[in-house]
């Protein structure tokens, strides 16, 4: 049981802020206003918030790093200052398993060409009293489900995916390291007064419908920004009739669309689950407290009034769905994609499945796939794909090898990869996908964008649930729909699949042998962390430089992207892993993926000292060492995706002084700030067309640079002619004080 303390701490305060807060707001209250304004920095609230305008203080209870992001987290927090983290923090070693051939034997891989990076992660988190989770032990995001997550809280995760822990009624917030630095030290974390949509759940989920299908709808609906800047409320009878693993897996890929964070109301689900994991003493006070863990009556009966937008959702009438290729929210009805295929071209047959990730490996998940696997073994049919499964915890992982599940996988066919993110986060070793084959798979990760998985641009990758995934893997093709359509065995017996079934929880419930935690010292204070100079993987942070009262003038433009330029595009992840404690290193990476409008390939842009087309980073290199800054233009929904900050620390190293897009996605715009960087939007988003390769461009007006106002861009073309573009932000007084300093880090260090 951990943190009890801290919880019941924050239930004590909750009830007396949130009367404070109807009053001030004369109004019944939503779930997420409930617990924002219950957490806000400066105690009971005093004022009320406009939605998508006001910056507002807050002071989350706790912080989750997964290993990748916390490399440079940490390295930021050992410039803080600080002696102690100022909240419970943990630390997550889950994305550098590379997944190839077995748990066992890619574990063991992994523990040898990661020990260097383990070793500091440890002895940081020690030194500092952090929480560690150890290889193999599992996905933060399930871990914090298991472990730390409670209703009516409020957490922040160096991943997109941290939001995982609203279906336990969290609001939990993906971020960059360096909003994590803010929050173990002990200061207020910013963020931008949340829209609040509503999504309105009825009905109740039947035969092959799962919790997966309501998000794969939803993102259809919303499209990856449509819930930019907003928290996604899910409510309604269908809500109360879902599992807690469930919300979690709908929570959890609401990521993808762009979504501050997702969230339901505490119910018995929840309840029933916190009492399964260890957490009965948290239940009971939340039972407590029910009435402040589920928005008002008044909202229920009358949701119009309360949320920005409002969607409804039959769960009754709602179709399995498959997700994809390329995008997460291109959004096919099973019984349309036979039709939709062929008409878009995409290959069919499938080559592999892979079921498990962080939102979808709980126990309720890998029964309910378990079930038509056993199907599959009874009828004697195999798969005719290749089949894959990623336990999400080594809880889940002993449970379901205790109550036989692992057994019927393996009878199928089945690889079991390690507790760890592996093929979902492009850590997949695999075999022939060098070659760049056209090819199809399907998964039940979140997250499918070119070359996410495997590497190979011409992957096409589709998002299905886990049992949907299983069936496909069985049948072999993407327009397979169970519940119409028959397998033919090899006796050339026709063998129709039943609906999955499986179960909320264990039935004998949970078991583990080692869950593998590490508490940190009890005091730290004589652990030195150490980092060899000479380290490919790890390199100490230097402070980047404040910025020097002048105007940008004379920027190069370093790459106009075209379409969607994710973070992935940014700063790719896959083998670049392994350089994320590195910022040098990994800045051979930088933009990298992105797509260059004049030419329309990738890694490929005009360097003007030159005249050559170069890869971008060495291009950058080449302006960096010559004195020249630079700027990068891009279009609309700007670093979509994770929440990966070395997409903001790569360009602030090598010398990229202004970002300007058409739009930005929220975590991404937020690491550009507090990496002391530019990023700006187009007042007219027209203007995007007017740039042209060879322009050279002056920021003229940064010695007004103020909260409210525009900032003008002069755009020198070569045919001498120059034209004004008219630049917005979003940045308020604090913001503007990061780029002053160079970087919020700096203005931590400097006030210390």
Same mark, same amino acid.
């Given at each position: 049981?951990?943190?009890?303390?801290?919880?019941?701490?924050?239930?004590?305060?909750?009830?007396?802020?949130?009367?404070?807060?109807?009053?001030?707001?004369?109004?019944?209250?939503?779930?997420?206003?409930?617990?924002?304004?219950?957490?806000?920095?400066?105690?009971?609230?005093?004022?009320?918030?406009?939605?998508?305008?006001?910056?507002?203080?807050? %002071?989350?209870?706790?912080?989750?790093?997964?290993?990748?992001?916390?490399?440079?987290?940490?390295?930021?927090?050992?410039?803080?200052?600080?002696?102690?983290?100022?909240?419970?923090?943990?630390?997550?070693?889950?994305?550098?398993?590379?997944?190839?051939?077995?748990?066992?034997?890619?574990?063991?891989?992994?523990?040898?060409?990661?020990?260097?990076?383990?070793?500091?992660?440890?002895?940081?988190?020690?030194?500092?009293?952090?929480?560690?989770?150890?290889?193999?032990?599992?996905?933060?995001?399930?871990?914090?489900?298991?472990?730390?997550?409670?209703?009516?809280?409020?957490?922040?995760?160096?991943?997109?995916?941290?939001?995982?822990?609203?279906?336990?009624?969290?609001?939990?917030?993906?971020?960059?390291?360096?909003?994590?630095?803010?929050?173990?030290?002990?200061?207020?974390?910013?963020?931008?007064?949340?829209?609040?949509?509503?999504?309105?759940?009825?009905?109740?989920?039947?035969?092959?419908?799962?919790?997966?299908?309501?998000?794969?709808?939803?993102?259809?609906? %919303?499209?990856?920004?449509?819930?930019?800047?907003?928290?996604?409320?899910?409510?309604?009878?269908?809500?109360?009739?879902?599992?807690?693993?469930?919300?979690?897996?709908?929570?959890?890929?609401?990521?993808?669309?762009?979504?501050?964070?997702?969230?339901?109301?505490?119910?018995?689900?929840?309840?029933?689950?916190?009492?399964?994991?260890?957490?009965?003493?948290?239940?009971?006070?939340?039972?407590?407290?029910?009435?402040?863990?589920?928005?008002?009556?008044?909202?229920?009966?009358?949701?119009?009034?309360?949320?920005?937008?409002?969607?409804?959702?039959?769960?009754?009438?709602?179709?399995?769905?498959?997700?994809?290729?390329?995008?997460?929210?291109?959004?096919?009805?099973?019984?349309?994609?036979?039709?939709?295929?062929?008409?878009?071209?995409?290959?069919?047959?499938?080559?592999?499945?892979?079921?498990?990730?962080?939102?979808?490996?709980?126990?309720?998940?890998?029964?309910?796939?378990?079930?038509?696997?056993?199907?599959?073994?009874?009828?004697?049919?195999?798969?005719?794909?290749?089949?894959?499964?990623?336990?999400?915890?080594?809880?889940?992982?002993?449970?379901?090898?205790?109550?036989?599940?692992?057994?019927?996988?393996?009878?199928?066919?089945?690889?079991?990869?390690?507790?760890?993110?592996?093929?979902?986060?492009?850590?997949?070793?695999?075999?022939?996908?060098?070659?760049?084959?056209?090819?199809?798979?399907?998964?039940?990760?979140?997250?499918?964008?070119?070359?996410?998985?495997?590497?190979?641009?011409?992957?096409?990758?589709?998002?299905?649930?886990?049992?949907?995934?299983?069936?496909?893997?069985?049948?072999?093709?993407?327009?397979? @729909?169970?519940?119409?359509?028959?397998?033919?065995?090899?006796?050339?017996?026709?063998?129709?699949?039943?609906?999955?079934?499986?179960?909320?929880?264990?039935?004998?419930?949970?078991?583990?042998?080692?869950?593998?935690?590490?508490?940190?010292?009890? @005091?730290?204070?004589?652990?030195?962390?150490?980092?060899?100079?000479?380290?490919?993987?790890?390199?100490?942070?230097?402070?980047?430089?404040?910025?020097?009262?002048? @105007?940008?003038?004379?920027?190069?433009?370093?790459?106009?992207?075209?379409?969607?330029?994710?973070?992935?595009?940014?700063?790719?992840?896959?083998?670049?892993?392994?350089?994320?404690?590195?910022?040098?290193?990994?800045?051979?990476?930088?933009?990298?993926?992105?797509?260059?409008?004049?030419?329309?390939?990738?890694?490929?842009?005009?360097?003007?000292?030159?005249?050559?087309?170069?890869?971008?980073?060495?291009?950058?290199?080449?302006?960096?060492?010559?004195?020249?800054?630079?700027?990068?233009?891009?279009?609309? @929904?700007?670093?979509?995706?994770?929440?990966?900050?070395?997409?903001?620390?790569?360009?602030?190293?090598?010398?990229?002084?202004?970002?300007?897009?058409?739009?930005?996605?929220?975590?991404?715009?937020?690491?550009?700030?507090?990496?002391?960087?530019?990023?700006?939007?187009?007042?007219?988003?027209?203007?995007?067309?007017?740039?042209?390769?060879?322009?050279?461009?002056?920021?003229?007006?940064?010695?007004?640079?103020?909260?409210?106002?525009?900032?003008?861009?002069?755009?020198?073309?070569?045919?001498?002619?120059?034209?004004?573009?008219?630049?917005?932000?979003?940045?308020?007084?604090?913001?503007?004080?990061?780029?002053?300093?160079?970087?919020?880090?700096?203005?931590?260090?400097?006030?210390?």
């Amino acid at each position: 049981m951990f943190d009890l303390a801290m919880i019941k701490s924050v239930y004590e305060r909750m009830n007396e802020r949130i009367n404070a807060a109807r009053v001030i707001l004369g109004r019944p209250l939503t779930l997420t206003e409930k617990i924002l304004y219950s957490h806000l920095a400066t105690g009971n609230p005093s004022e009320q918030f406009k939605r998508g305008r006001s910056y507002v203080d807050f %002071l989350p209870d706790r912080v989750g790093m997964q290993d990748a992001t916390a490399q440079m987290a940490l390295l930021q927090f050992m410039m803080a200052g600080r002696e102690k983290v100022a909240v419970p923090s943990t630390v997550h070693c889950d994305h550098l398993i590379q997944a190839k051939e077995s748990a066992s034997s890619d574990l063991a891989q992994a523990m040898d060409a990661n020990g260097e990076v383990y070793d500091f992660l440890e002895s940081v988190s020690n030194k500092y009293g952090i929480g560690f989770w150890k290889p193999g032990a599992g996905i933060i995001h399930q871990v914090i489900l298991e472990n730390y997550a409670f209703p009516g809280g409020m957490m922040i995760g160096t991943d997109s995916h941290t939001v995982n822990a609203g279906g336990l009624g969290m609001i939990a917030i993906g971020v960059g390291g360096a909003d994590a630095v803010d929050v173990m030290a002990g200061m207020p974390w910013e963020l931008k007064f949340p829209k609040l949509i509503g999504v309105r759940l009825t009905g109740e989920m039947n035969k092959w419908t799962s919790a997966k299908d309501v998000i794969l709808k939803v993102a259809g609906i %919303l499209t990856v920004k449509g819930g930019t800047d907003a928290i996604v409320e899910y409510f309604g009878p269908g809500a109360d009739k879902m599992s807690c693993t469930g919300k979690g897996t709908i929570c959890n890929m609401g990521a993808e669309i762009g979504a501050t964070t997702s969230i339901f109301g505490y119910d018995k689900h929840m309840a029933n689950y916190l009492r399964a994991t260890g957490r009965s003493e948290v239940a009971n006070i939340a039972d407590l407290n029910a009435d402040n863990l589920r928005s008002d009556k008044e909202v229920l009966s009358n949701p119009n009034n309360y949320f920005d937008q409002l969607i409804e959702i039959d769960l009754s009438t709602l179709e399995p769905h498959i997700n994809g290729p390329f995008t997460p929210d291109k959004a096919t009805p099973i019984s349309m994609m036979k039709s939709e295929a062929e008409k878009e071209g995409w290959p069919v047959n499938i080559q592999v499945g892979l079921i498990g990730s962080c939102t979808n490996s709980s126990y309720e998940d890998i029964s309910r796939a378990a079930s038509i696997a056993k199907q599959a073994v009874d009828n004697g049919l195999k798969t005719k794909a290749k089949f894959t499964i990623t336990p999400g915890s080594e809880q889940v992982r002993f449970t379901i090898e205790r109550d036989g599940f692992i057994d019927i996988f393996e009878k199928l066919g089945a690889d079991v990869f390690a507790n760890a993110c592996g093929p979902c986060i492009g850590q997949w070793a695999r075999s022939g996908s060098e070659k760049e084959e056209k090819n199809t798979i399907v998964h039940s990760f979140n997250r499918n964008f070119a070359k996410r998985a495997d590497g190979n641009p011409n992957t096409h990758a589709f998002v299905a649930s886990p049992e949907l995934v299983t069936a496909l893997a069985i049948s072999g093709n993407l327009t397979f @729909n169970p519940e119409v359509d028959f397998i033919t065995d090899e006796d050339g017996n026709e063998v129709r699949l039943n609906p999955p079934v499986g179960f909320d929880l264990p039935q004998n419930g949970f078991e583990v042998e080692d869950l593998g935690y590490q508490a940190p010292a009890a @005091n730290g204070s004589n652990i030195e962390v150490k980092v060899d100079p000479g380290s490919t993987r790890l390199q100490l942070l230097t402070p980047f430089d404040p910025w020097d009262n002048k @105007n940008y003038v004379g920027m190069r433009l370093l790459i106009k992207a075209k379409g969607k330029c994710t973070t992935d595009h940014i700063s790719m992840a896959g083998p670049w892993l392994k350089y994320r404690g590195h910022l040098d290193n990994i800045s051979d990476n930088m933009l990298t993926g992105a797509v260059n409008y004049f030419n329309s390939k990738t890694n490929c842009v005009k360097n003007h000292l030159t005249g050559e087309y170069l890869p971008v980073p060495q291009t950058q290199r080449q302006y960096k060492d010559a004195g020249i800054p630079t700027i990068v233009v891009g279009d609309e @929904n700007y670093g979509e995706g994770s929440s990966r900050e070395h997409a903001a620390m790569e360009p602030r190293h090598l010398g990229v002084r202004v970002v300007l897009v058409k739009s930005f996605a929220r975590i991404h715009e937020t690491n550009l700030k507090k990496q002391g960087m530019l990023g700006l939007t187009f007042a007219d988003k027209s203007d995007y067309d007017k740039i042209n390769e060879d322009d050279i461009f002056d920021l003229i007006d940064i010695d007004s640079f103020s909260e409210g106002n525009t900032l003008t861009m002069l755009v020198h073309h070569n045919d001498g002619n120059k034209e004004k573009i008219i630049c917005n932000h979003t940045y308020n007084e604090t913001q503007i004080d990061w780029f002053r300093a160079g970087s919020a880090l700096n203005l931590i260090r400097s006030q210390n």
